[in-house]
């Protein structure tokens, strides 16, 4: 009987590592909303989803570190108008891992298009991780870390200490004589 009266207490304490199915669709509701909120540019509705502590890193401040929402409404206002018009990102959540009962590890894929650097029907995929937790009742992010996903092969890097090609260079065309005969060009 204490055995059996251990067994079930451990399996209570223990981290759930598969989010339910409520807590899952609750978060994917949550991390749905920042497509809205982005193609919006309504910061208020982005304000809703971070939690005041929250943390962001991405392309979007040169791979810096931001910390508190107030700071990371600020980096998205700046980017209003700045080449986001007409953006489109499209988000799909691959992978909800919960944590204990109130925060769970969120993989999301994300797709942009309309983008006026990427042109005309191109797309860029990126992919993000993000921490959620479950603060009076809604799930907010707490920590988001997004990046860019490169496709094809990288350059080959040269080992270490092998020696780099040169690409040879042109001689530089040797000046014509000056004749004394011909008046000086100012």
């Given amino acids: 009987m204490m055995r059996e009266i251990l067994v079930v207490a451990v399996l209570l304490a223990a981290p ?3 989010a339910s199915p409520s807590a899952e ?13 982005v193609g919006n540019q309504d910061m208020k509705c982005l304000g809703e989803l971070f939690a005041d502590d929250a943390t962001f890193g991405g392309p979007e401040n040169g791979g810096k570190l931001i910390t508190g929402k107030p700071a990371i409404l600020r980096t998205f206002e700046k980017m209003k108008g700045s080449g986001t018009d007409g953006v489109k990102q499209v988000r799909t959540v691959e ?7 109130d925060r769970a590890l969120v993989d999301t894929s994300v797709k ?3 983008a006026k650097d990427l042109g005309d029907g191109v ?7 993000m921490l959620v937790r479950l603060e009076d009742g809604k799930w907010l992010l707490e920590d988001v870390r997004s990046y860019v996903v490169v496709t094809g092969s990288p350059p080959t890097p040269v080992p270490l200490g092998s020696p780099v090609p040169i690409e040879p260079t ?4 040797p000046e014509k004589p000056v004749d004394a005969a011909e008046p000086a060009k100012p």
């Fill in 16 to 18: 759930a590592y598969g």
């Fill in 112 to 114: 942009l298009s309309g």
């Fill in 123 to 129: 797309s860029q995929a990126w992919h993000a991780v």
């Fill in 95 to 101: 992978r909800v891992r919960l944590i204990g009962t």
């Fill in 170 to 173: 042109k001689a530089p065309e």
């Fill in 25 to 37: 669709a609750a978060i994917k509701a949550a991390v749905g909303r920042i497509d809205t909120c």
